[in-house]
Nanobody, 116 residues
Framework: VQLQESGPGLVKPSQTLSLTCTVS??????????WSWIRQPPEKGLEWIGY??????????SYNPSLKSRTSISVDTSNNQFTLQLSSMTPEDTAVYYC??????WGQGTQVVVSS
């Protein structure tokens, strides 16, 4: 399974970031595959943002409590993609954002800078 992130590299403060992860070589509808978003701010460690998982009957999500109020992860099954929306962006959200399948492949990451 290969994953590839896409989205804007520059976001203004207070705006909503929207990133898409395109999955190839596998299906976004595979049961119990945890499709995740992770980020790494400059000179800091990895921070888990959240995941979405399909149980066979429905999708469910889980988010980092520190980001939960601003985070939404959803899937687009027609395009085999999952997306991250992070609202009310601040410069502290500047980071490399990764999509990944838990226990499996990661995307190469995409740099997001929050600046006016």
């Amino acid at each position: 399974v290969q994953l590839q992130e896409s989205g804007p590299g520059l976001v203004k403060p207070s705006q909503t970031l929207s990133l898409t992860c395109t999955v190839s070589g596998g299906s976004i509808t595979t049961k119990w595959y945890y499709w995740s978003w992770i980020r790494q701010p400059p000179e800091k460690g990895l921070e888990w943002i959240g995941y979405i998982v399909y149980s066979g009957s429905s999708y469910s999500t889980s988010y980092n409590p520190s980001l939960k109020s601003r985070t939404s992860i959803s899937v687009d099954t027609s395009n085999n993609q999952f997306t991250l929306q992070l609202s009310s962006m601040t410069p502290e959200d500047t980071a490399v954002y990764y999509c990944a399948r838990r226990g499996g492949s990661w995307g190469q990451g995409t740099q997001v800078v929050v600046s006016s």
